[in-house]
């Protein structure tokens, strides 16, 4: 075994300092949102809470889960975010599928305007009219379609699929597979790695989407959680009578937007270890033609 050389070790050594350091950063604000989602609203306003909680307070958090509204507007989340992910998975998965295929006529001009949705967009009016034209309002698919294929996601999808060998769907189709058969049974369970990336990265992106409900839902029953707290926070801070207890919120809106972030961000938080393995390998064998 080859011994490290002093240069390499004194290498090793400012790299971990540097990456502990990053760390350190990285973790301090979530941290201090953490603890002062749990403190007083005399000691946030005071500037006394770092890493720990101080003035112990839970009443934020009691309001919050004694009102059934959010628990609804919980589930809202949860079911526009599995269906809307799972519509912008297969979206993608299919366009990029027929988009790694270079004998494909016309694929050029499919990729053009692909990336010509990245540069331009049709504005908020039209989208409006459009929507409401298509008779969408209130609805899941009023969140789903319109966002359903990020082009970022599209084009790494679109990498990984060229990297796979192509001798393997020669062979799947020698045995008589059909085109959809390789893409199930063949390309996807190769494809783990950049799936689940995807699959975070859209879950995310609907998760924390309030805006095209706060456009294209006229009632607080079909809202967003996002919208519910974005409501809270308004209220708490005497900018709208819509937050749900806003007299009760009026005492602890020092602490409203700690608690806001922190029940936003758990469930992802909770999700992402499971799928972190996926994560780094996903994007650059994606990224990387090889």
């Not at 000691?43 to 889960?65: C, H, M, N, S």
């Not at 961000?265 to 499971?274: A, D, G, H, R, T």
């Not at 799928?275 to 990224?287: C, I, K, P, T």
Request: charge should be positive; include cysteine; aromatic fraction near 14%.
């Amino acid at each position: 075994m080859v011994r490290p050389s002093r240069s390499y070790r004194v290498f090793q050594g400012v790299n971990g300092v540097i990456l502990t350091l990053v760390v350190a950063v990285t973790l301090y604000p979530f941290l201090n949102i953490v603890a002062r989602s749990f403190s007083g609203e005399r000691q946030i306003r005071a500037g006394e809470v770092t890493l720990w909680p101080k003035g112990f307070d839970l009443t934020t958090y009691r309001i919050v889960f004694q009102d059934s509204m959010f628990w609804r507007n919980y589930g809202n989340t949860v079911f526009y975010t599995v269906v809307s992910t799972a519509v912008a998975m297969i979206l993608t998965t299919c366009y990029a599928y027929v988009l790694s295929k270079k004998h494909l006529k016309g694929r050029t001009a499919l990729v053009g305007v692909a990336v010509f949705t990245m540069f331009f967009t049709g504005g908020l009016i039209p989208n409006y009219v459009l929507i409401t034209t298509l008779g969408l309002k209130n609805s899941v698919w009023a969140i789903a379609l319109p966002n359903a294929i990020s082009v970022f996601n599209l084009l790494v999808m679109k990498a990984f699929f060229e990297s796979l060998p192509g001798e393997l769907e020669e062979a799947a189709q020698i045995d008589g597979l059909s085109t959809y058969g390789i893409l199930l049974k063949v390309v996807l369970p190769l494809s783990k790695a950049v799936v689940a990336t995807m699959v975070l990265f859209y879950s995310v992106s609907f998760w924390n989407s309030w805006f095209s409900a706060f456009l294209y839902m006229d009632s607080s029953d079909l809202m967003p959680v996002t919208v519910y707290l974005r409501n809270m926070i308004l209220g708490a801070t005497g900018g709208s009578t819509a937050g749900a207890g806003t007299e009760q919120l009026s005492q602890v809106g020092a602490n409203i937007q700690a608690v806001t972030i922190v029940l936003t961000s758990l469930p992802i938080l909770c999700v992402y270890p499971f799928v972190q393995r996926y994560f780094v390998s996903g994007v650059m064998l994606g990224a990387v033609k090889g």
